[in-house]
C-alpha cells in the first residue's frame, strides 16, 4: 500500500529500510506546538483569503486543538510509516473531521512548514536560553559584590600573575554572557521572518495573504524569496556558533572550578549540591557537573559542525539531506540550557577559603608589577628600567626565600638607593587590588560600582 498523503504517483509501499532511514517522526514530534500553531495560521488566512470556507478553516482549528490535547496528554499515537509530525497531524486531522481536512495544505508544502515550524521552535528555544543566561549573569553578579574585597590569584600561563578580586573575575564572566545574549539576539532577529506560503520552492498562484500569517506567529515579515525560505538553514548555523561560544565560555569557569575546588588548591569548595563520590575512595569530593560542563561542549560544537557539512553543497532548494538539520540542533541546544542550569547552581553554591585565596595571591612575587608601578610613579623612572630594577629585586628575594614585602629595604637600596620605606606600603595584596581602580580594574569599589549596575540591568530585564 502506499502512502496516503502522497503516494498517487507510486504503486507499493517502500522498503523497510527506506521507511527506516526517510522517517523523522522520532525527531521532529517536538515540533508539535509549533506545526498546530502555523496549521491554525494558515487555515484562518485561507478562510479570510476566500480560498477555503469558514466552515472548514473551524472545523480544522478546532480539529487541531483537539490534536494538540491528545499529544500533551501522551494520548497521541504518532506512527513511523507518516514518516514526519506533519503528516502525523494531517492523518489524525482526516480522521476527525473528515475530508475538510485536505485542504488545509492548500498552497503550502511540507517544504515551507518545516522550515516555519523549525524557525518556531528555534526562536522559543532562544527565548528560553536568554531567560537561563540572564539568571546566570544574576547569581554571577550576586556572589561578586558578596565578595568585592575577597583577594585571590590573578593567572596568566596558568602561572600567578597579580592580585584580583573573586568579584571581580565573576564580572568577566557577566561581561562573556552578555556578548553570548547578543549573538542569540541577533540570530533571533535574523531568523524572524516567516517562510510560510513559500510552498515548495516557488510560491503559490493562490492569493495568500503571507503578512497576516507572519504577524499571527508573531514573525516580524514574510520571506520575500520563496526558494531562499524553503533552503535556508542558517538560522540553525547562526543559533548553533551562538551556542557553541557560550557553551565555550561556561567550559572555561567549569574548568576554573574543577581547579579551584582540586585539594591541590584547596581554594573553594562546592558541596554536596554539585559534587560526588567514588565507589572505591571515600575520601573523594569530585565536581562531576563541572567536568560534565566541560565535556558537554564537545557536542554543541560537533552539532555546528554537522550541520555546516549538511548545508555546504546542497544547490537550492530543498533537499532531504536538511532532515538531518534538527536531531543535532535539539541535543546541542538542550545539553547547552542543561550546562545554563548547572554553571548557575555552581556559582550560588560554591564557596571560597578567603585566606587561603589571599595567601595564594601574594605567592609567586604576584606584587611586582606594583613594585614597578611604585619606582615609575614616586621615582620617575622609565617603566623598562624600573621593570630591570624590580626583576633583580626578584631574583634576591627568591635566593633568600623571601616574599617582597619582607626584603629588608638595605636589600633593596643596594639595587636601587632612591627606593625608601614608602615602597611597603604597594607590596600588600590588599594595596594592589586597591590601587587598580582604572575604569574596568579589580579595585573593590570597581566591583560593587560593577555590580550596581549589572544588578540593576538584570533586575530591569525581569520586569
Known amino acids: 500500500m502506499s502512502n496516503k498523503m502522497w503516494g498517487g504517483r507510486f504503486s507499493s509501499s517502500p522498503d523497510a529500510i527506506m521507511e527506516s532511514i526517510n522517517a523523522s517522526i522520532d525527531v521532529d514530534r517536538h515540533l508539535y506546538r509549533q506545526d498546530i500553531a502555523a496549521s491554525k495560521a494558515h487555515a484562518a488566512m485561507l478562510a479570510e483569503q476566500g480560498i477555503i470556507t469558514a466552515s472548514d478553516a473551524s472545523q480544522i482549528a478546532s480539529g487541531l486543538d483537539t490534536i494538540l490535547s491528545e499529544i500533551e496528554t501522551g494520548q497521541f499515537n504518532f506512527q513511523r510509516a507518516l514518516e514526519d509530525v506533519h503528516m502525523n497531524v494531517e492523518s489524525r486531522l482526516a480522521e476527525l473531521i473528515g475530508p475538510a481536512a485536505g485542504r488545509l495544505h492548500t498552497a503550502r508544502s511540507r517544504n515551507d512548514q518545516v522550515a516555519t515550524d523549525f524557525k518556531l521552535w528555534v526562536r522559543d528555544t532562544i527565548d528560553g536560553l536568554d531567560a537561563a543566561l540572564a539568571d546566570f549573569q544574576m547569581a554571577l553578579t550576586e556572589k561578586a559584590i558578596e565578595h568585592a574585597d575577597t583577594v585571590m590569584p590573578g593567572l596568566t600561563h596558568l602561572q600567578t600573575a597579580q592580585p584580583v578580586t573573586f568579584g571581580h573575575h565573576l564580572l568577566a564572566y557577566v ?59 542558517d538560522f540553525v548555523m547562526e543559533s548553533l556558533a551562538a551556542a557553541t561560544i557560550c557553551a565555550v565560555h561556561l567550559s572555561r569557569l567549569a574548568e576554573e572550578i574543577v581547579i579551584w575546588t582540586s585539594p591541590l588548591t584547596g581554594l573553594m569548595r562546592l558541596s554536596d549540591k554539585f559534587t560526588t563520590g567514588s565507589s572505591i575512595m571515600p575520601q573523594k569530593r569530585n565536581p562531576d557537573a ?10 554543541i560544537a560537533g552539532a ?35 550546562c545554563i542550569a548547572a554553571m548557575t547552581g555552581m556559582v550560588r553554591d560554591i564557596e571560597p577559603d578567603a585566606p587561603r585565596m589571599k595567601k595564594a595571591a601574594g605567592e609567586g612575587y604576584a606584587t611586582a608589577t606594583d613594585l614597578a608601578d611604585w619606582l615609575v610613579r614616586e621615582l620617575n623612572i622609565p617603566f623598562r628600567q624600573a621593570h630591570h630594577i624590580t626583576g633583580s629585586i ?13 626584603v629588608p629595604l638595605e636589600t633593596m637600596q643596594a639595587i636601587e638607593p632612591k627606593i625608601t620605606d614608602e615602597i611597603f606600603k604597594v607590596l600588600s595584596v590588599d594595596r594592589s587590588v586597591q590601587s587598580r581602580d582604572s575604569y574596568g580594574g579589580t579595585a573593590p569599589k570597581n566591583v560593587r560600582l560593577q555590580s550596581k549596575r549589572w544588578l540593576k540591568r538584570l533586575e530591569k530585564g525581569r520586569s
Open 175 to 233: 561581561e562573556m554572557t552578555e556578548r553570548d545574549r547578543g549573538r542569540f539576539a541577533d540570530a533571533r532577529k535574523r531568523l524572524n521572518e516567516s517562510p510560510l506560503g513559500s510552498a515548495a520552492l516557488a510560491g503559490t498562484s493562490f492569493p495568500l495573504d503571507r503578512e497576516k500569517t507572519a504577524k499571527a506567529l508573531g514573525f516580524d515579515r514574510p520571506t520575500a524569496n520563496s526558494l531562499d525560505a524553503v533552503s535556508d538553514r
Open 304 to 338: 555546528l559542525q554537522s550541520i555546516v557539512m549538511v548545508m555546504k553543497g546542497l544547490p537550492l532548494a530543498y533537499q532531504k539531506d536538511m532532515q538531518e538539520d534538527k536531531e543535532g540542533a535539539m541535543d546541542a541546544l538542550g545539553a547547552l540550557s542543561l
Open 290 to 299: 563541572a567536568e560534565l560542563v566541560r565535556a558537554k561542549t564537545g557536542r
Open 394 to 406: 626578584v631574583a634576591e628575594a627568591s635566593k633568600a626565600g623571601l616574599p617582597l614585602h619582607r
